[in-house]
């Protein structure tokens, strides 16, 4: 249930701050005095449209917080554990937006950041607001299937449905493209698996490219290497001057100093290892150049292959090193087209798509099928409690041509507002009041069994007489299993409420000043006087507001004639012209 509603800078309203009481009330007062700008605020927190012109005026920005209270099963419990924002331990969910002058909003569920279309999502699982002119849309055919749905609860199957039916489409719409570029994907596959073809026919790698570059840089300079290798040797092997002969020179001369400076041991050490290594390299030096023997057919070999690497790495516009990455490409982008083009895949893809469209279709058409006969009777029922004797709703369920979103049928409403009238479309055979009325039939029984609280904005419009206090009591009535909150200007439907407030607007001092009050017994039958007699209350509406209030058995204390005291809860809402 709505627990609290705390308002700040939206349209009229300063800072509002009320707590929500259970069962059925009503909001009275004075026309403009702002009774439905609490609804406007509870939809603007739920995720309702809204713009920089909901700020009040000379604000910097309009913020709404809702508190609500959740029972262990309530289905946004769900919501929020699929979203990650569920904690079991909480019975308690906070619900904030705020809109800044330069119309940016955002939005926290908790006290996380949300979207607004994360907000209307939770927001249809915790309150259901019915508009004055909710009874025109009910002529609609989309929304005729959705009332039924909701009173079924198969609403969230026919989510499903319509979300099994997109899926389908969209399969069918890859299957036909992809049947349509089946030819230009064809030629495109043929054409990569022959460059991929002579791409690998290289059998070229970074490390086999760095290879060939070093064997064809050593026979294509093979005279360098040999004459480089050569004059090496003689520096170190020659007789007189090589490197070899003047280091053991020096050893020699070290060694004959040694006994007079035993620290030049170890330099001594230093050479000698030195010694040794200039013998292995010159050895070494000697080997390698007995291998390399001139190969010209080799070279002639390597020239070509490089010729032929170059060629092809200029032909793709890739290094040659980066060949080999190019074919990895190719091969993925083929993967891809053999996916694309094997249309038996998608046409498989489509069939089970299919099947659970017809499967989710069938049992809401079983749902619907079965359950459209006791809602028709449960709305006739209503409509002869709300003084329309002999009228009868029927709702038919026609087979569709072809499937849709909706599933495989359509949904229509038939109505006779009275036993002598062939039943027809609601716009065809409605007055303005029997419309609103079975509007409000309709809706009252949609809501029965989910767990949201219902919000009324003037749906008794065009309502009066006994019929008004007929729709009362079918608001108190949905009180018991709701949450319900009206606005209304019919007393007669406001004694039916199990608690009232009032809302009033003044002037002072250039400011307009708005107050709500919760109205105790006394003060309720002063509201109820009001509504029944207009700017003069005598005795006599005094007296007829207390015997209607008496007769809903909706005053909670004896009823006085004294003006009742102030209540100690009175929130001031301020707007500043």
Request: proline share 3%.
């Amino acid at each position: 249930m709505l627990h609290r509603l705390v308002i700040r800078d939206f349209v009229l309203i300063d800072r509002l701050e009320l707590e929500f009481p259970r069962r059925f009330g009503a909001l009275t007062g004075e026309t403009g005095a702002g009774k439905s700008i609490l609804v406007d605020a509870l939809a603007f927190v739920l995720g309702a449209r809204a713009d920089a012109q909901i700020l009040r005026q000379g604000a910097m920005r309009a913020e709404v917080s809702a508190l609500f209270t959740l029972d262990a099963d309530h289905p946004a419990r769900a919501w929020l554990e699929d979203h990650d924002l569920f904690d079991d331990a909480e019975e308690e969910l906070l619900l904030r937006r705020v809109l800044g002058a330069d119309g940016r909003s955002r939005a926290y569920i908790g006290a996380a950041p949300a979207t607004l279309a994360q907000l209307r999502e939770l927001g249809e699982s915790l309150v259901a607001i019915h508009g004055q002119h909710g009874h025109l849309a009910l002529m609609r055919p989309e929304i005729q299937r959705q009332t039924l749905d909701r009173h079924l609860g198969a609403d969230g199957l026919a989510r499903q449905v319509a979300d099994s039916y997109r899926t389908w489409r969209q399969a069918q719409q890859r299957l036909h493209a992809s049947t349509a570029r089946i030819e230009a994907l064809s030629q495109e596959r043929e054409l990569l698996s022959w460059q991929l073809q002579e791409l690998e026919q290289l059998e070229l790698s970074a490390e086999s490219w760095a290879a060939l570059n070093i064997e064809h840089g050593r026979l294509a300079n093979l005279s360098t290497l040999l004459t480089g290798i050569g004059s090496a040797c003689a520096a170190l092997d020659d007789a007189d001057q090589g490197l070899g002969r003047q280091v053991l020179a020096q050893i020699s001369r070290l060694e004959a100093l040694q006994a007079i400076d035993p620290d030049l041991a170890t330099t001594i050490e230093l050479l000698r290892s030195a010694s040794i290594a200039l013998d292995e390299a010159s050895h070494a030096l000697r080997r390698h150049a007995e291998r390399l023997e001139p190969d010209p057919d080799r070279l002639a070999e390597l020239d070509a292959r490089l010729a032929g690497i170059l060629q092809i790495a200029r032909k793709y516009r890739v290094a040659p090193e980066a060949i080999p990455d190019h074919a990895d490409t190719l091969r993925a982008r083929l993967a891809e087209l053999a996916e694309v083009i094997d249309l038996s895949v998608l046409a498989e893809e489509v069939q089970r798509a299919r099947r659970e469209y017809d499967a989710r279709a069938r049992a809401l058409s079983a749902q619907r099928r079965g359950g459209a006969p006791d809602f028709g009777r449960a709305v006739s029922a209503l409509m002869h409690e709300l003084a329309m004797p002999g009228g009868e709703l029927r709702v038919t369920v026609l087979d569709r041509d072809e499937a849709a979103a909706q599933g495989n049928e359509d949904v229509e409403f038939l109505v006779s507002a009275h036993s002598a009238q062939p039943p027809g479309a609601l716009a065809s055979v409605a007055s303005g009041g029997e419309l609103a009325r079975i509007g409000l039939a309709l809706q009252a029984l949609a809501s029965t069994g989910d767990r949201r609280t219902l919000i009324f904005d003037e749906v008794d419009v065009g309502i009066g007489g006994a019929t008004a206090e007929i729709v009362g009591r079918l608001l108190r009535r949905l009180g018991t299993q709701h949450q319900v909150l009206c606005v209304t200007h019919l007393p007669q439907v406001a004694a039916q409420a199990d608690w009232q407030w009032s809302v009033s607007k003044s002037a002072e001092a250039g400011t307009i000043a708005s107050e709500i009050r919760p109205l105790d017994a006394t003060a309720r039958i002063e509201e109820i006087a009001r509504m029944l007699g207009g700017t003069r209350i005598t005795a006599t509406t005094r007296r007829h507001a207390a015997e209607m209030l008496a007769a809903a058995g909706a005053a909670d204390t004896p009823i006085r004639d004294n003006t009742a005291a102030e209540p100690a809860w009175s929130p001031q809402v301020l707007d500043r012209p």
